[in-house]
């Protein structure tokens, strides 16, 4: 047999590198979407992993970050080069996509192919959300609540100060920025979300979707029976966009 060249072993050893846009591992792909990227044609690919558990979670397939990915990178950047001039966008989604090593390298590609790249993300990964802000046009970033109330809704303890941490981070930046929130029981009456818009516009958020929990596919079934839960507003709404998603 013939023996390998130094030069395929490096290639070999670089393309099983952890952070190697090879090593992203993938759920699946939404093909052709605008719902999740603003303004633009997009394709979404939904990355492995989240180190939250928030009982509304409907992507709960993808949480497990161990699992075999139902898409290699190769597969999607294929799919992604023969959709240049097509689409405008990749959106990556999740689970949480800054949960893996192989995000930056994988932006990299995509954006080199010429589409825009959106991130959904809840930012539980400040300090690498930092080296992937350069790669990205747009952030949906969900804060789930005020800091404090955090590990009710994620079940993990500090959530609530990365997440805020991250939110800093994008504002910073000056990347384009939606912010969402999804109603969760308890946290869904005008005298929580008053005080919790407020931070959120007083930090300088501009752009606000509220969004109702999506029935089906719940991580926590139980919740089901709870919804949809009924929007009762604050009076003020301190942005200059603001919107509810009700599907
Ligand atoms: S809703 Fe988002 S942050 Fe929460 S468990 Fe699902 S993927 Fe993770």
């Given at each position: 047999?013939?023996?390998?060249?130094?030069?395929?072993?490096?290639?070999?050893?670089?393309?099983s590198a952890p952070d190697a846009a090879e090593a992203l591992r993938l759920g699946g792909l939404t093909a052709m979407t605008t719902g999740d990227y603003p303004g633009e044609l997009a394709a979404t690919l939904f990355c492995h992993g989240c180190p939250w558990r928030c009982p509304y979670c409907h992507n709960a397939h993808l949480l497990d970050a161990g699992q075999a990915p139902a898409l290699d990178w190769a597969e999607a950047?294929?799919?992604?080069?023969?959709?240049q001039g097509l689409l405008d966008a990749v959106v990556f989604s999740g689970g949480e996509p800054t949960a893996q090593a192989a995000l930056p390298a994988a932006m990299a590609e995509a954006r080199a192919l010429g589409f825009k790249i959106g991130l959904h993300t809840g930012g539980p990964f400040p300090?690498?959300?930092t080296r992937i802000?350069?790669?990205?046009?747009?952030?949906?970033?969900?804060?789930?609540?005020?800091?404090?109330?955090y590990p009710l809704i994620t079940g993990v303890p500090g959530s609530g100060e990365q997440a805020w941490e991250s939110l800093q981070l994008v504002l910073d930046s000056g990347v384009d920025l939606e912010v969402r929130t999804?109603?969760?029981?308890?946290?869904?009456?005008?005298?929580?979300?008053?005080?919790?818009?407020q931070q959120l516009a007083d930090a300088g958020v501009a752009r606000y979707v509220l969004q109702q929990c999506r029935p089906h596919s719940l991580l926590d079934p139980e919740l089901r029976a709870r919804l949809p839960l009924a929007i009762d507003l604050p009076?003020?709404?301190?942005?200059?966009?603001?919107?509810?998603r009700q599907d």
């Open positions: 047999m013939r023996e390998r060249s130094n030069l395929e072993q490096a290639t070999t050893d670089l393309a950047r294929e799919f992604l080069a023969r959709r300090r690498r959300l802000l350069p790669l990205v046009d747009w952030i949906g970033l969900d804060i789930k609540a005020l800091p404090a109330d999804t109603l969760m029981p308890g946290f869904d009456h005008p005298e929580y979300l008053a005080p919790l818009m009076q003020n709404i301190p942005f200059a966009h603001f919107s509810l």
